[in-house]
C-alpha cells in the first residue's frame, strides 16, 4: 500500500470521526462495567493506542477508526478497565474478560497489525 501524506483537512476530518465514534463506545462500555471516566481526547500517538489518566480521562488514537470494530472496542474496554484497576496486574485482565472475554484476539491484532494503521488512507 501506498502511503500518502494526510492533508490537515482529512486528518481533522478522520480526528473528529474518531471523536464521535470513541465518545459513543466509551458512554457504552462505561455503562456496563459501571464505571465513570472524564474527558475524552482524540490524539495521534506513534506508541500508543490509549491511555487512561488517574484522573479517569481518556486518550484514543484516532488511527484506530481503521481498525476492526471489536479492536477499536477492546481498546475502549482496556482503558475503562483502568478505572477499577490502575495497573496491567492478573485483576485488571480478569475485568477486561469479564467484558471481552475473547480480549487476547484483539490484544493479538493490534500487536501484529497495528502498523498498519499508521499507513494513510489514499486521498
Same mark, same amino acid.
Given at each position: 500500500? &501506498?502511503?500518502? /501524506?494526510?492533508?490537515?483537512?482529512? =486528518?481533522?476530518?478522520?480526528?473528529? $470521526?474518531?471523536?464521535? &465514534?470513541? +465518545?459513543? +463506545?466509551?458512554?457504552?462500555?462505561? =455503562?456496563?462495567?459501571?464505571?465513570?471516566?472524564? #474527558?475524552?481526547?482524540?490524539? %495521534?500517538?506513534?506508541? #500508543?493506542?490509549? $491511555?487512561?489518566?488517574? %484522573?479517569?480521562?481518556?486518550?484514543?488514537?484516532?488511527?484506530?477508526?481503521?481498525?476492526?470494530?471489536?479492536?477499536?472496542?477492546?481498546?475502549?474496554?482496556? @482503558?475503562?478497565?483502568?478505572? +477499577? @484497576?490502575?495497573?496491567?496486574? /492478573?485483576?485488571?485482565?480478569?475485568?477486561?474478560?469479564?467484558?471481552?472475554? %475473547?480480549? +487476547?484476539?484483539? @490484544?493479538?491484532?493490534?500487536?501484529?497489525?497495528?502498523?498498519?494503521?499508521?499507513?494513510? /488512507?489514499? /486521498?
Amino acid at each position: 500500500m &501506498i502511503s500518502h /501524506p494526510l492533508s490537515d483537512f482529512r =486528518r481533522s476530518y478522520y480526528m473528529e $470521526s474518531a471523536r464521535k &465514534i470513541f +465518545k459513543r +463506545k466509551t458512554a457504552a462500555y462505561a =455503562r456496563k462495567m459501571d464505571v465513570t471516566y472524564g #474527558r475524552i481526547t482524540i490524539r %495521534e500517538q506513534k506508541t #500508543r493506542w490509549g $491511555s487512561c489518566t488517574s %484522573e479517569g480521562n481518556l486518550n484514543f488514537n484516532w488511527r484506530l477508526i481503521f481498525a476492526p470494530e471489536k479492536v477499536l472496542d477492546y481498546v475502549v474496554v482496556h @482503558e475503562l478497565a483502568h478505572r +477499577k @484497576e490502575m495497573n496491567h496486574s /492478573p485483576a485488571f485482565y480478569a475485568v477486561v474478560a469479564s467484558v471481552m472475554p %475473547e480480549y +487476547k484476539t484483539y @490484544e493479538k491484532w493490534l500487536r501484529d497489525n497495528g502498523r498498519t494503521l499508521w499507513q494513510n /488512507p489514499t /486521498p
